[in-house]
Protein backbone atom coordinates (compact mmCIF):
# COMPACT_ATOMS: atom_id res chain seq x y z
CA UNK A 1 0.00 0.00 0.00
CA UNK A 2 1.10 3.54 -0.58
CA UNK A 3 -0.10 6.47 0.70
CA UNK A 4 1.11 10.28 -0.19
CA UNK A 5 0.77 13.55 1.53
CA UNK A 6 2.22 16.54 1.74
CA UNK A 7 -0.16 18.20 -1.18
CA UNK A 8 -1.60 21.86 -0.49
CA UNK A 9 -2.07 25.07 -1.95
CA UNK A 10 1.17 27.44 -2.54
CA UNK A 11 1.59 30.93 -4.33
CA UNK A 12 3.61 30.47 -7.81
CA UNK A 13 7.40 30.18 -6.46
CA UNK A 14 6.70 28.53 -3.63
CA UNK A 15 7.29 24.95 -2.55
CA UNK A 16 6.33 22.05 -1.26
CA UNK A 17 7.38 18.58 -0.33
CA UNK A 18 5.63 15.14 -0.97
CA UNK A 19 5.60 12.14 0.91
CA UNK A 20 5.32 8.79 -0.23
CA UNK A 21 4.96 6.09 2.44
CA UNK A 22 4.54 2.21 1.70
CA UNK A 23 3.24 -0.61 3.49
CA UNK A 24 3.16 -4.26 3.61
CA UNK A 25 6.67 -4.67 1.84
CA UNK A 26 10.05 -3.38 1.75
CA UNK A 27 10.47 -0.08 0.01
CA UNK A 28 13.72 -1.03 -1.18
CA UNK A 29 12.76 -3.95 -3.43
CA UNK A 30 10.69 -1.38 -5.47
CA UNK A 31 11.61 1.35 -8.04
CA UNK A 32 9.54 4.30 -7.94
CA UNK A 33 7.97 7.11 -9.66
CA UNK A 34 5.68 10.23 -9.01
CA UNK A 35 2.99 10.70 -11.35
CA UNK A 36 0.39 13.88 -12.07
CA UNK A 37 -2.79 14.28 -13.60
CA UNK A 38 -4.19 17.68 -14.14
CA UNK A 39 -8.16 18.11 -14.45
CA UNK A 40 -9.38 17.00 -18.53
CA UNK A 41 -5.88 15.55 -19.18
CA UNK A 42 -3.61 12.52 -19.06
CA UNK A 43 -1.30 10.64 -16.60
CA UNK A 44 2.11 12.45 -16.77
CA UNK A 45 4.79 10.55 -15.60
CA UNK A 46 7.16 13.39 -13.55
CA UNK A 47 10.32 11.43 -11.69
CA UNK A 48 11.68 8.24 -11.52
CA UNK A 49 14.01 6.57 -9.16
CA UNK A 50 15.02 2.91 -9.55
CA UNK A 51 15.92 0.82 -6.60
CA UNK A 52 19.50 1.06 -5.56
CA UNK A 53 21.52 2.86 -6.82
CA UNK A 54 19.19 5.12 -7.30
CA UNK A 55 19.13 6.12 -10.87
CA UNK A 56 16.58 8.84 -11.29
CA UNK A 57 14.78 10.29 -14.27
CA UNK A 58 13.09 13.21 -14.74
CA UNK A 59 10.30 14.94 -17.20
CA UNK A 60 11.76 18.28 -19.20
CA UNK A 61 8.90 19.94 -17.29
CA UNK A 62 10.24 19.99 -14.11
CA UNK A 63 14.18 19.19 -14.75
CA UNK A 64 16.11 21.77 -12.20
CA UNK A 65 12.60 22.40 -10.31
CA UNK A 66 11.64 18.96 -8.50
CA UNK A 67 13.93 16.19 -7.05
CA UNK A 68 13.16 12.74 -5.71
CA UNK A 69 14.72 10.72 -2.99
CA UNK A 70 13.98 7.80 -1.19
CA UNK A 71 14.67 6.44 2.15
CA UNK A 72 14.27 2.59 2.03
CA UNK A 73 15.44 2.52 6.19
CA UNK A 74 11.69 4.53 6.71
CA UNK A 75 9.65 3.18 3.89
CA UNK A 76 9.43 6.53 2.20
CA UNK A 77 9.71 8.31 -0.93
CA UNK A 78 10.39 12.23 -1.22
CA UNK A 79 9.43 14.64 -4.11
CA UNK A 80 10.51 17.80 -3.60
CA UNK A 81 9.01 20.61 -5.59
CA UNK A 82 10.52 24.18 -6.04
CA UNK A 83 9.50 27.30 -8.32
CA UNK A 84 6.20 25.88 -8.77
CA UNK A 85 3.88 27.32 -11.36
CA UNK A 86 0.07 27.26 -11.75
CA UNK A 87 0.59 24.13 -14.88
CA UNK A 88 1.92 22.18 -11.55
CA UNK A 89 -1.53 21.53 -10.27
CA UNK A 90 -2.59 18.34 -10.76
CA UNK A 91 -3.16 15.42 -8.38
CA UNK A 92 0.30 14.16 -7.67
CA UNK A 93 0.62 9.81 -7.00
CA UNK A 94 3.25 7.93 -6.33
CA UNK A 95 3.99 4.64 -7.74
CA UNK A 96 5.99 1.81 -7.47
CA UNK A 97 7.67 -1.10 -9.75
CA UNK A 98 9.58 -4.08 -9.31
CA UNK A 99 11.52 -4.65 -12.43
CA UNK A 100 15.07 -4.57 -11.44
CA UNK A 101 17.42 -1.39 -13.84
CA UNK A 102 13.73 -0.19 -15.44
CA UNK A 103 13.76 3.43 -15.18
CA UNK A 104 10.64 4.23 -16.98
CA UNK A 105 7.86 7.15 -16.61
CA UNK A 106 5.41 5.32 -18.15
CA UNK A 107 2.14 5.00 -16.00
CA UNK A 108 1.50 1.25 -17.71
CA UNK A 109 4.96 -0.01 -16.22
CA UNK A 110 3.91 0.62 -12.70
CA UNK A 111 1.95 -1.93 -10.44
CA UNK A 112 1.07 -0.57 -7.33
CA UNK A 113 -0.64 3.30 -6.85
CA UNK A 114 -1.37 5.54 -4.05
CA UNK A 115 -4.82 7.31 -3.63
CA UNK A 116 -3.55 10.58 -4.95
CA UNK A 117 -2.23 14.55 -2.95
CA UNK A 118 -3.83 17.35 -4.78
CA UNK A 119 -1.47 20.27 -5.60
CA UNK A 120 -2.79 23.61 -6.23
CA UNK A 121 -0.54 26.20 -7.18
CA UNK A 122 -2.23 29.67 -7.58
CA UNK A 123 -2.26 32.80 -5.72
Known amino acids: QLVESGGGLVQPGGSLRLSCVASGGSLGDYAMGWFRQAPGKAREGVLSITRRPSFTKYADSVKDRFTINRDDFNNTVYLQMNRLKPEDTAVYYC??????????????????WGQGTQVTVSS
Open 95 to 112: AAHSIHGLLTLSASDYVY
